[in-house]
Every structure is written in C-alpha cells, then in structure tokens.
C-alpha cells in the first residue's frame, strides 16, 4: 500500500471526527474497528485545494461510516483571491510590497541598500535612525473587527466583506494529544497560517500604518538625494523598516504611531526583537538616549529581507547566516544514506542555490562563495 501511493503521488488527507471508519457490528471481543475508507489526493490537487478537508460521519445503517469531503472552502477563496488581486495595486500603498500584483521583493531590497548608502556618505549633522520594528505572531492576532472597518473603509462591497468574513471568523482547533481529541478551541482573532486569503488581507490592515505615518509623521522620513520625496518606511509584510532624523521628538512620534497601530489591530511590538541603527553623524548620548527610551536594542548593522544593511564595506562576516546554512544542509542530508549521485543533485539544486538570491541584491565576496563550493565539494567526497 506504502509503495502504491508513493509511485503514483497519493497522499492521505487525514481527517476530522471519529477515528474509525469501518465495523463489522459484532458485539464484545469479536467487534472491530478499523480506519478502512481514507481519501486521498496527489500534490498538484492539495496545491489548488490547501483548505480541503475530510469529515467522518456517524454511521446509521451500514457498517461503513460516510466521508464528507469539503471544497466549497477552498473554491470561494479561490475566487475571492482573484477579484481582490486586481485591486490592490490602486488601495495599497507603494511602501507595501508583499502579496500585491506589479511589485517584488527587490525593489524593496535595493531601496533599504540605498538607504543604507546615504547613512554611510550623509553629512547631516543631527544624524539618522533606522528601526526595525518585529511584530509578534502578526498574523495570530489581527483584529477581526478592525479588517472589517478596514474594507469597509476602502469601499468594498457588503456582499464582498461577508464573504471574506465568514471565511476568517470563527474558526475552531482541536489538539490530538496521545491519539486524543482534546475538546474544541475557538479563536476570537487572527487570520490562518496557511490560508491562501491571509496575506491579503493582512496587507489590507498594514496599510494602517502607512496612513498613519503620511498624516502624522511630517517630519519623519529621509531624502536619498535633494528635492526627492522623503522615504519615511518600508513594509514587506510584516517585516516594517522605519527611518527619521534622529532625535527625541521623532523617536516619540513612532511610538505613539506603533501604539495606536498595535491597539487598532490588537498586535504587540517584540521589542527583543526590534532594533535600531543609526549613523555615524549621531552622537553616542543621543543613540543611548534614543534606545532606552524605545526599549530597542542599539545595533551596527540590520537584515532586512534576508539582506544585510550595513554601513560599510561588504566582508566574509557579513555573511555569517549564509556560512550557517550551508552547513545545516550538509549536516541534516547525512552522507552514509546518499548515493554519489544523490549527493551531486543535492549539490547542485539546493547548496549552490543558497547564495543566489543574494547574488542578485548585492556583492557577496569571492571568499563567501568558494566557502559554500567547499563545503558542497567536502559533502561530495
């Protein structure tokens, strides 16, 4: 059974309800149960369905117990998905560049590198902050209330809004602990990992914050050359890179600014996470200042999107996760279970293609990249 549903890419979708499926209704020690019936799927339909799920219902008359399967789930967030992505490029803002058709990741990338350029050549005198701001567990706990005023707000439809409503709202987890369901648990906010709709919806509610910097935040934000419009933050997500003059007054003005987004969409700061850099024009009573009074941690250098910002010269250091990781996947392969072809192929499709994406944003020195051909050339022999 194992070998059929692996040659022919099957995979058990597991279930929900009773634990078994099949009886043969004798009574005593004669009676069995078994989990006989399953429904199965291959990888290209539990790509298109994430959603779908499978029921076991009580048995009435035969002796096998019926299966629900449920798509209508799966098929009203596909077509929800569809109608809000055309869309979005006119409701959410440019600082946004997750999820929304027409932007990508690079942008967002080399826009921070050349905010980090004009840190390093700035001569202003009062200096310059950048603060990377960590949100904990965003998607968890996004306010169910505040998406809805959101869309409201930006002129969807009623129709269109319950509809994305009741797909969020109300949803109920059980725990199998031991081979036992533990009793229901009903989330009262938050969107659902995994969910195709939840990243949309999400930049939906981010874009708050946006609209909050623009209005209030005046006199935050930094010029990349003269007379070009201030760049006062950057969102991906919920990764969110903010960047003022650095001063008492600005460092207040963001907080304020955090707080009324955090209670709005019911999130937290994780200020063990959030850092803060400034330049080398900033005085070192102004840094300590400025960190204590966010509760940040004063940094030299940030990562923003898997790449390093920093205010000097790119060196092997800078690279430290990218050494990291090339080493994990060469620990968790495990060499006496591979073939010599099998390690070539994992060589070249997933050790090479670590730095790749760096590759492509920034400089990455030679000694960086024969480090990685050497770990991939010590994994092969």
Known sequence: ??????????????????????????????????????????????????????????????????????????????ILINRLKPVLGDIISKEQG???????????????QEMMCKFRYS?????????????????????????????TMMGFSARFILWVMQ???????????????????????????????????????SDLLTKALRQRGGQL?????????????????????????????????VMEILQDYCGWTEQNINREKS????????????KRMIARLMGYRKVSSLEYLGLPLVMKRLVGDDFSNVFKRAH???????????????RALFIGTSLLTIPMYLMTHTAIPNGVLNSIEKFGRQFLW
Request: proline share 4%; hydrophobic share 45%; net charge positive.
């Open 123 to 151: 001569s202003q005198k009062s200096g310059m902050m950048a603060m990377k701001v960590d949100m904990e567990q965003a998607y968890d706990c996004m306010s169910w209330d505040t998406l809805q005023m959101v869309m």
């Open 221 to 253: 934000g930094i010029s990349i050359v003269k007379n070009a419009d201030r760049i006062s933050h950057l969102l991906y997500a919920d990764d969110i890179l903010v960047f003022a003059e650095a001063n008492r007054r600005n460092a207040l003005e």
């Open 98 to 112: 997750a999820f929304v058709p027409g932007r990508s990741i690079s942008s967002h990338g080399l826009i921070a």
């Open 328 to 342: 994990e996947k060469t620990n968790i392969w495990g060499k006496k279970h591979l073939s010599l072809a099998g």
């Open 275 to 286: 850092a803060v850099l400034f330049n080398k024009k900033c005085l070192s009573w102004k």
């Open 167 to 205: 797909c969020i709202i109300r949803p109920q987890f059980s725990l199998l602990i031991n081979g036992n369901l533990t009793p229901w648990i009903y989330a009262r906010s938050g969107l659902r990992q995994g969910c195709p709709l939840s990243p949309y919806l999400f930049i939906l509610c």
């Open 1 to 78: 059974m194992a070998a059929l549903l692996i040659d022919n890419d099957l995979h058990d979708m597991g279930f929900l309800g009773p634990k078994f499926t099949w009886s043969n209704n004798k009574a005593g020690n004669s009676k069995i149960w078994v989990r006989l019936d399953r429904v199965l799927m291959n990888s290209e339909g539990l790509r298109l369905a994430p959603l779908a799920t499978v029921r076991h219902l009580v048995r009435i008359a035969s002796d096998h117990c019926p299966l629900l399967v449920n798509l209508a789930a799966t098929i009203v967030t596909k």
